[in-house]
T-cell receptor, first 112, second 112 residues
Framework: DGGITQSPKYLFRKEGQNVTLSCEQNLNHDAMYWYRQDPGQGLRLIYYSQIVNDFQKGDIAEGYSVSREKKESFPLTVTSAQKNPTAFYLC???????????FGDGTRLSIL | DQQVKQNSPSLSVQEGRISILNCDYTNSMFDYFLWYKKYPAEGPTFLISISSIKDKNEDGRFTVFLNKSAKHLSLHIVPSQPGDSAVYFCAASAQGTYKYIFGTGTRLKVLA
């Protein structure tokens, strides 16, 4: 079954720690995305990648970093510079731009 | 500045009746629009899309209407079913970009 796998489903972080969220897809999609969802808000774009070894900042990239070394993988690191990291994080992929995105089931990050 | 707006946070409809969810946008460069459905603790699922060259697209019980002059789109669900109860997001994208802008969502509750 093709799809997007995000792990873990729940993640806890201590103050001052970096943490990495995993996103893997086997849909052979070129484009991948990271979004953040806060209560009562829509999805806000953190980073996106159109192709391997290339990525662009979204609307709220501060305090986050990504890499795209393989087509299948687009991990997101939440750094200690992110002042309010508690949120629901969603990874998505699409064949290319102007195509529907397929989403993973998300990772909920909480600060201890 | 919120470029995609869903002004109704919630909507309740009787089973079997029509559900109409609305979305307004401000950026005239948007030319591709999508609707997603989201259950709690899951990723959004793509429902239906429409390109700006059309004013209507239909898929089973779901129809999306686009009024470019009013910068308004709507999703009609007929007939509504209890399983349609979820949060619905509209999203928009401009030609030549991989970025999608999401609305804040409308929570639909279909009453049995």
């Amino acid at each position: 079954d093709g799809g997007i796998t995000q792990s873990p489903k729940y993640l806890f972080r201590k103050e001052g720690q970096n943490v990495t969220l995993s996103c893997e897809q086997n849909l052979n999609h070129d484009a991948m995305y990271w979004y953040r969802q806060d209560p009562g808000q829509g999805l806000r774009l953190i980073y996106y990648s159109q192709i391997v070894n290339d990525f662009q900042k979204g609307d709220i990239a501060e305090g986050y970093s990504v890499s795209r070394e393989k087509k299948e993988s687009f991990p997101l690191t939440v750094t200690s510079a992110q002042k309010n990291p508690t949120a629901f994080y969603l990874c998505a992929s699409s064949i290319q731009g102007h195509q529907p995105q397929h989403f993973g089931d998300g990772t909920r990050l909480s600060i201890l | 500045d919120q470029q995609v707006k869903q002004n109704s946070p919630s909507l309740s409809v009787q089973e079997g009746r029509i559900s109409i969810l609305n979305c307004d946008y401000t950026n005239s460069m948007f030319d591709y629009f999508l609707w997603y459905k989201k259950y709690p603790a899951e990723g959004p699922t793509f429902l239906i899309s429409i390109s700006s060259i059309k004013d209507k697209n239909e898929d089973g019980r779901f129809t999306v209407f686009l009024n470019k002059s009013a910068k308004h789109l709507s999703l009609h669900i007929v007939p509504s079913q209890p399983g349609d109860s979820a949060v619905y997001f509209c999203a928009a994208s401009a030609q030549g970009t991989y970025k999608y802008i999401f609305g804040t969502g409308t929570r639909l509750k279909v009453l049995a």
